[in-house]
Structure formats: C-alpha cells, structure tokens
C-alpha cells in the first residue's frame, strides 16, 4: 500500500464528509452532523498518514525531500490546511453548516490531484533550483494563506445566502451563523490568510534572491501572487478605513480567491520561472 | 514736500501691500498644499491606485517581457507592435506609467500615516491613560454579577487578578465601592504604521539596488578565468576589481534524465592568486566583495582533445593516439597524415542526422586528401568510407562553460528589513488590540455588585468574549476564595 493509494481513498473519506455536513444542514439531524465531524477528523488523520508516507516513500527511492515539489503535492497539502482550518473553525463557533461550503473544497482539491489525468503522483527528484529549505516554509505559508482564503471564499457565499432572506423565512438559512458573524468570520479569515500570504510571497523573494541574485523579477506567479495580495489589502482597507462591510466585502472575498486560484494553477499556461507548480 | 517725504510717506503702505500680495501667494501656496494634502489623504485614492496597480500588472503576465522586438513583430503584427510600445507595455513594470502608479502610491501611503498618525498621536502617546467611566456603563455588551463580599474585601483580589493580565491598571473610588480600569497593548495602535514604513522601505531599498546596484551575468570556460560581466540590460561591460576563475564544472542527472545537480568550483583570484574558493550550485552562491555569483546556466563547449583510434585493414593492426584539433599527426606504417580540424555539435549525412561528429582530412602517402566524418556516437561508421584506413573517435573530454549569474545590491538589507518588518506588522495589526478594562464594584447592601466592561480598538467580536470569560473568572475567584475561607 503507497501514499498515492491511501491519498485516493482519503480523497473519498471527504467526499463522504462533505456530503454529511450537506445533509446535516439540509435535513437539520444531529446523526449526521456527528458524523460529518468524525469523518472530516478521519480524512484529516488519513491525510496526515497519505503526507507522512509520501515523504518516508520519497527517502526509500533516495531522492527524500518534503512533499511540497509539485502540483499533486501541493494540491494534496492545500486540502489537508482547508480540513484542518475548517475543524478549528467548527470547535470555536460551533457551527457545522460552514462545513457544508468548506469540506467540498477539500474534497474537489483532492479529487482533481488523484483523477486528474494531468497531474502525475510519481514522486519526483528535485529540480536543482528546488533543493532549498526555503522550499517548505514558502509552500507552507502559500498555502494556509491560500486555505484560509479558500474558507473565506465558502463563507462569503454563506453570507450572501443568507442576506438574501432577512426574515428567516428559509429553513435552510435558519441555523446559518448570524450574518454578523459570517461577516467577521470573513474578515478574520482574510487577515488570516493575508499574514500568511504575505509571509509567503516574502519567503519567495528571499528563496529567490539565494537562487538567482534577485527578490523580484516580476514572473507571472510573482506577479499574480502580488495582484491577490493588493485585492485583499484593498479588501482590508475598504472595511477598517471606509467601512466598508456585507455584500462587498463578500463579492471582495470572492473576487480575492478567483486571483488565488489562477495563482495557483491559471499561470502555469503562461511562461515563466514558476513550472515546478506545473504538470 | 521734497520726494523722500514722499516715499518716506508711502513706505508703510508699499510694504503692506507686499505683505498682503505674499500673504496671498502663501495662501494660495498652502491652498495648493492643501489641496493636493486631502488628494492623496484619501482612502479612496489607495483603493484606486491598489486595483490600478493590479489590474495594470496582469498585462505583463500576459505579454511576455523584453523579448526581442522581432518576437512581438511576428506575435502581433506591425501596427499593434506600434501600440504596445508606444505604452512601453514590453517592459511595462518599467514604464513611466507604471512608476507613476507607484510614486502615486508611495506618496498616497506616507501622506495617509502622517495625517493619521497625527491623529491619533494623542491617543497613543498618553502618560496616565484616560477612562471615562460612563462610556463602558453604556456598553451593550457589559456583563453584571453580585459578590456575597462587600466591596473592600474584594478589592485585594481583583487588583491582583486584572494586573496579571493588563499592563496598566489603576483603582479609583466611585460612590459606595471602587473602579479598576486596566488596559494592554496601546503601541498596537501602531502596527499599521509599521506595515506601511515597511512597504516604504521596500520600495527605498528596490530604490538603492537599482542605482547602486547591478544585475548581470558571465559564462566562464572551464579552466578560464574572466575580469569583467555583461549587464543585463544593455550590452555594457562590468569591471570587477578581482578575476574569477572556473576550476571545473559538472552537471549530474537523475535516471530520469532530469538534472539533478549544476556544481561550479570557482576561485577568486586577486593579483593572480587564489584567495578564495568555494564549489557553487544553485541555491547555494559564492559572495565576495557584496558581489554574488550564482550558478545560473551551462553549456557545451567544443572539445579540444579527443583520443583517436584507427585500424590498417590490410594488416589489421588497431592503433589509438591522443590529439587536439588541429593538430597533424604522422600515421605509422606509411599511411600518411591524418589531421582533425574541426568539431560540430550537429550533422547531417545525406539527410541523416548523425549527431555530435569530428571532421578530420586524411592525406595518404601517395594521393589526395579524404574528408573523413567521425560521428561520436557510430564508431563503425568510417567503415562505409571503405578506405584503407578506417578512424573512429575512441574519447573525448566534454568541456563546458557555467553560466553564472552576477548581481550586487546594497539595498537588500533594507529590502530584507523590511520584509520582517511587515510580517510583523501585519501581526500586530490583526491580530492585537488596545485592550481597555473596566471593572466596577459597588455596595448594595452586605453585597457587591460587579459590573466587567471592556473596549478593544479591533475585534469587537473578540473582546466581547473576553469580557465574558473575565467576568466568569471573577466570579470562580469568588468562588474559590468563599471555599479557602
């Protein structure tokens, strides 16, 4: 039994969680509910276990370094941070019905690393250029910042759900959070997500100037990381200093993780430094 | 009346009407002043230049940047080559426009703190914090509890408790009980003003390296030594006061074919001795003088040695010899001359690539010269000539010249600065409050009443939750003292 194996029945495990915490907040039944949690916690552990053996396979082949080299990696890694945030999220406010917007999102980033026939889960030697122990801290901090958006991203379709109906006449919207707290929610998330993200993009600059002599070289990944760093500082300034709040706040949030996503995989159609992250 | 009267008489009027016309000046100065101060003092001018900024920079991920103009001429065709340039949109992050956007920015950001800062200095920098005892009465969010205690038995505890946890605290007496305000982490207030010096000194540190700065590269021969680099942009030259050796170079590879390692062994040589030497790869450069050197590139270079071997096919002996192009050598048994000339990389035989291949002439004892082809990889392949002598290339030492890539920038260390400065900036900014307490114990009757009120500058969400475990805390403090006692 391999990693790629255990990773694609984790892939499974959230596809079931994800439709657990849609039935709970459908059907409004506790069973269920239970359940989502307990079977989100056992994709989280088998998560953990497919990443852990991913890296004691890589040092058997002798080519060991940490599973953050290539799409299906990182792919793998960014649904793990998304469950796990996500569960710190249930324990402090509660509410199981956020799992319904998050847990597909795991599921969907897992789903595509194991079916996609693009993507190879061969473990690869490192390309010269990526053996730096900058390696781990840059794609780790990229992608709790990029969860942590992706969660936002959840809430904010929450959120705009929810306004909808002010007077609570849909039982499906009933046991939502408080459009108040989904609006903070949001907020917390996104400046989660922007420490981190910039904490990634200046780990990147450092790596990049130990490997090639300069912290920026305006490189399309480079480029896009910064554009979703300015929609989100635009995001944050709008609220703490205009006041900015609600619906645009929620399209702001939205707007923020379409620039993650083609981040992340829309540049790798276009040419520069970045194609580890590609196939 | 003699004219000196006169002027003497008009003198006061005369200045002030110069002082009225400065006055003006100055005004208008200051109106301008002002009015380009509330310019860039808006928030929504940041929004603005933010998303400009964005929206602009996508343009240069689309466009490949400085490429050759023959590039953009094929890709687009003439007249929207014309357009592109003319908006410098082939080296865009470089434009005047985009520059302006920035500088927009910069200034948007310094005069956005100052006027803010100016503010709030006040609310910051304070001796004894002020509290205003109504403004937390009228908090929705106040929690209330009655102590069995009366108000002076508590007051030990609660001190002692709320010190632990604020860094400032302070008891006043109120009507019939007391009142402890406390507060932590007022300089927090700051964390904003942190993140944007540091995108200044960002910007001020890029600033530095470009003009102090330069960014090139140089490819080394094995075995050669280079002075000077080539910059980047432009073809200039780049003097360096020491010389720069390359002792070796080697690539190595995975099974798969994909490289594994790029390793230069380099020496610094000053007045033509070594002084330092250190094996470069990538992710790991060689620094000398602020100059860094980074292994960036290789290439093949032609051989210049190689080992020959030959055979006599009438008498069968196989020979094999050393030699270096261009190089004749006398062939045993009277068979003549042979010379290797040259080297090509890639060659074509009636429409067959062959690959890598020596061309060498053969002049025979008695006869005209032989054009012979060796193609590295088919040592037969002299064979097919069916001459007397049939030649291969038994070896041949790869060489290879690394490219490296050379930059200096003194300001990376503000850069880096920087950087540290904004992550914890950002930390500070949203993820810690100024965190105000107010805690107040009254007499009613044997009894206490407690009121716990608190105010945060950010996450109001947050501190109302803080409140309330503070108030519950309070409350198992009563409960643990009643059970000492």
Redesign the interface.
């Known amino acids: 039994m391999n990693s790629s194996y255990v990773l694609s029945i984790v892939t499974f495990i959230y596809g079931l969680a994800a439709c657990f915490y849609i039935a709970s907040w459908i059907f409004r039944k506790l069973l269920p509910a239970r359940l989502a949690t307990w079977t989100a916690i056992l994709a989280v552990i088998g998560n953990t276990i497919g990443i852990v053996m991913r890296w004691v396979e890589s040092y058997r082949l002798g080519i060991g370094h940490a599973p953050l080299s290539n799409l299906y990696e990182s792919l793998i890694f960014f649904s793990w941070t998304i469950a796990v945030v996500y569960l710190v999220i249930e324990k402090r406010y509660q509410n199981r019905i956020i799992g319904a917007f998050t847990t597909p999102l795991s599921f969907l980033a897992m789903a595509y690393a194991s079916m996609s026939p693009n993507i190879s889960d061969r473990i690869q030697p490192l390309l010269p250029a990526l053996k730096s122990n900058w390696l781990i801290a840059h794609v780790m901090t990229c992608f709790i910042g990029y969860a942590a958006f992706a969660i936002a991203f959840g809430i904010s379709w929450m959120y705009l759900l929810k306004q909808r109906d002010t007077v609570g006449k849909s039982g499906l919207l009933s046991h939502f959070p408080l459009p108040r707290i989904l609006e903070e929610l949001n907020h917390q998330l996104v400046m989660f997500g922007f420490l981190f993200l910039t904490t990634g993009i200046i780990t990147g600059a450092v790596w990049a100037n130990s490997a090639w002599g300069r912290y920026w070289g305006w490189d399309p990944k480079e480029t896009w990381s910064l554009i979703t760093w300015f929609i989100y500082a635009t995001l944050l300034h709008a609220r703490m200093m205009r006041g900015w709040g609600g619906k645009r706040i929620a399209y702001m949030s939205i707007i923020g993780f379409a620039a993650v996503l083609f981040t992340y995989f829309g540049v790798n159609y276009l040419p520069g430094l970045h194609s580890y992250g590609a196939v | 009346m003699n004219g000196k009267n006169h002027l003497i008489f008009f003198e006061p009027f005369q200045k002030f009407k110069i002082t009225i016309a400065n006055g003006i000046l100055k005004m208008a100065e200051l109106d301008y002043l002002k009015s380009s101060w509330k310019f860039f003092k808006s928030?929504?001018l940041?929004?603005i230049l933010?998303?400009s900024?964005?929206a602009t920079?996508?343009i240069?991920?689309?466009i490949?940047?400085n490429q050759n103009p023959e590039k953009y001429l094929n890709a687009f065709g003439e007249p929207l080559y014309r357009i592109f340039d003319v908006f410098d949109l082939f080296d865009m992050?470089h434009s005047w426009w985009f520059q302006l956007l920035i500088i927009g920015l910069t200034i948007n950001i310094i005069v956005c703190s100052i006027d803010r800062l100016s503010a709030t200095w006040k609310i910051i920098f304070v001796k004894i914090p002020p509290f205003n005892i109504s403004r937390f009465k009228k908090l929705s969010n106040k929690e209330e509890f009655i102590d069995e205690r009366t108000p002076k038995q508590l007051q030990k505890t609660y001190e002692s408790f709320i010190s632990k946890s604020f860094g400032y605290y302070r008891v006043e007496e109120v009507d019939k009980g007391f009142c402890i305000f406390a507060e932590k982490w007022r300089w927090t207030r700051l964390g904003v003003y942190k993140v944007h010096l540091s995108v200044l000194l960002l910007l001020v540190g890029?600033l530095i390296g470009s003009i102090f700065g330069f960014?090139g590269y140089v490819n080394i021969p094995e075995g050669e030594a280079v002075s000077s680099i080539r910059l980047r942009n432009g073809a200039q030259i780049q003097n360096l006061d020491f010389n720069i050796r390359c002792d070796d170079f080697n690539v190595s590879f995975?099974d798969?074919g994909?490289?594994?390692?790029?390793r230069s062994k380099l020496s610094i040589l000053e007045a033509g001795k070594p002084v330092l030497q250190k094996d470069i790869?990538?992710?790991?450069?060689l620094q000398y003088k602020g100059i860094?050197f980074?292994?960036?590139s290789y290439g093949p270079l032609p051989p210049k040695e190689l080992t020959l071997s030959f055979k006599n096919v009438k008498t069968g002996k196989i020979y094999s010899q050393n030699t270096t192009i261009g190089q004749e050598i006398e062939l045993p048994e009277d068979m003549g001359k042979f010379v290797v000339k040259d080297y090509r990389k890639s060659v074509d035989f009636r429409g067959q690539n062959v690959g890598e291949a020596f061309l060498g002439t053969l002049t025979p004892k008695d006869g005209n010269s032989v054009f012979v082809l060796l193609p590295a990889r088919f040592p037969s392949f002299d064979g097919m000539r069916k001459g007397d002598i049939i030649f291969s290339v038994a070896g041949y030492n790869q060489r290879y010249y690394t490219g490296l890539?050379?930059?200096n920038?003194p300001g990376?260390w503000v850069?880096?600065a920087g950087?540290i400065m904004?992550?914890v900036g950002?930390?500070i900014t949203?993820?810690m409050s100024h965190q105000r307490l107010c805690v107040e114990v009254t007499k009613k009757g044997e009894k206490s009443v407690v009121m716990v009120a608190g105010t945060a500058n950010k996450?109001k969400?947050g501190m109302q939750n803080k409140i309330k475990k503070i108030s519950q805390k309070l409350i198992d403090l009563e409960k643990t003292s009643t059970a000492d006692a």
């Open positions: 928030v929504k940041s929004v933010l998303l900024i964005a920079s996508i240069g991920t689309l490949p940047q992050y890029a960014d995975y798969s994909a490289p594994k390692e790029f790869v990538v992710n790991d450069p860094n980074f292994q960036s890539q050379v930059t920038d990376v850069v880096y950087f904004m992550i950002c930390f949203f993820f996450n969400l």
